[in-house]
């Protein structure tokens, strides 16, 4: 009797041990994995983020029944302060908008007026494109906000990719979850997948024209698409960016809109 | 022998006068009941159509897609020459240009810039042409709070509840901001020309009413519109004849083809959200009322029949006595019925009739019973006169009647002669 309760007692033991070692190992394996999703996400942040920035750009926004042009110039401040002066067309030349601390301002020299976009605005498209306010707005750093997982690997353009799947750690934020197919040499994405909280895939944004400027790589071309409108996308290209400048501090304040 | 049968009801008060008053009473409530339950249900069906609907609605195939949306970069681009167009084909509808759109108003405090802003609903219409009935379709001088309406360009009407929200005054200023037609920017300032109370929650939370010009110049929509609505010159909603101008319209050779998804289409009132169910639902009420009012009215002028029949019970008797069939009384009976049916119809329709137009024209002001009322129906309740005013009563008013002698007069051929001078003798 007290030979058979011993022997069960040992097979107890090494069952017990087998799925400790076994569970062990699975969060080991996650947790590796979710440590090189995020040294990953940084050294994405590292390419696209900076100090500050001057870029030139144009949008091209493919509508329904015509296709059009608009080119601005921007400051960017960290990921608080951002300034933005649309040069073309000529509707909508001189029309400037300022970012401060999570606070858009619009000014328009058509009706003299600043006027302050809040609330369900900041989901609105700007300019009929497929960019939301509050994508213009959203400067965080990628590895700030979300948590994130490798969930394969793959060819996309001819690019090794690592495929990502990040979940938001915070509130305040368009997309819940984003699937990112991430260039495996250069750490950029090539392919961005936006998804709501819902599952529901609200926009895609494809990453063209990798670049090396200045000591990163960096997509000189991105083609968003609101998958819940109609329409070809927009087309975001970067013409001129330099990094790391000195910005007049007065750029970044209310008296610049006028 | 009709004749002599006439005199006698004409003649003899006693036989006829009672009954004739029963039966024009009668015809007048179910004219007056019938006039007004479809003149509250037509007349809000009317709002309707001026407001959003139309009673016919032309626009691109890729814009009724979404209309709801007021997706104005799919909007009608050379409106004028369609306008035109629309005006030859059907001459007899009033075709008229509409802008919808949702925009931002945000009024500006001492330093222009932003001391509260709401989000709007607005209609832009033809508010400056002497031909113009849109002011008319908009009730909008009779909606007028505070101030007046607008006599210059970038001079708007907005909700009154919008005005007391931001304490904006006739005179203030404030700025439309929304998308043009090609996606850009739309900021346009516009100076309050006064306050409007429609009566209806849903119209008075945002509303602002503009000239079309205005709404061109804002939206970037110079030359284009986003709809263009039709209006039958009847007085209430006609379904067959919008459905036939629709069928003609869309069945024209250039457009059935047309793959173009900013091809023009028309539709009617009917085909647009809720409003079918609205036109069934009338029907159904009003057929529902009028059965219902029918049908009381027939039991009562049935019992007057029985009763009539009853009174001339000793008559008959001597009529069977003298030789008369009972055939020949039965059909007399039954043509006097037609004839008091007649002549009291005639009186209550003509009574009804004059009830009728005089609301019809004057209205029911019902604005006190309506300040809490969400639903978009007129604060003045008039009575529609339609074709069926003119014979609805007569339904009642012969038919009852006749029905009432008949059942009443089978009793005649149950007399039998060998007992009838015992029966006169009592």
Redesign the interface.
Known sequence: MNSKLRRYKVCLCQNVLTALLIGATTLYAAEASSQDGKSILRKIDENLSSRNQIAESSMTIHGRRSSRTITAKSWTEGDQKSFTEYLSPASEAGTKMLKLRGQLWIYTPAADRTIQISGHLLRQSVMGSDLSYEDMMDDRKLSDVYDVNITGRDTLDSRDVIILELTANVNDIAYYRQKMWVDSERYIPLKQEMYAKSGQLLKRAEMKNIKRVENRWYPSLVIYKDMLKEGKGTEFRTNTISFDQQIPEHIFSKASLR | MKRFLLKGVIKDKGRSLLPIIVVATGTMLTVVMYSWLTGIMGDSIRMNANFNTGELKVMTK?YAADADQFPN??AILDADNLLTELKAFEPGVDWVKRIRFGA?A?F?DAN???RG?APAIGWAVDLFSKESKEAGRFNLQESIVKGGMPANAGEVLISDELARRFDIKPGDTF?L?G??M????A???LKVSGTLLFGATGLDRGAIVMDIADAQKAF?MEGACSEILGFLPDTYFNSEKALAIKTRFNSQPTLAQNED??APVMITLRDQAGMAEMVDYTDFVSGLMVFIFVSAMAIVLWNGGLLGALRRYSEFGIRLAMGESKGHIYKTLLFEALLIGTIGSIFGTVIGYSIVLYINIHGVDMSGMMQNSTMVMPSVMRTAITPTTYYIGFIPGIFSVILGNALAGIGIYKRETARLFNELEV
């Not at chain 2, 090609?182 to 920017?185: N, T």
Request: aromatic share 20%; charged share 20%; net charge negative.
């Open positions: 890729a970069d799919l931002l945000d500006p222009g810039e932003t802003q700025t901001f998308s043009t090609d996606g850009g920017f900021f346009y300032n970037g998804e900013f």
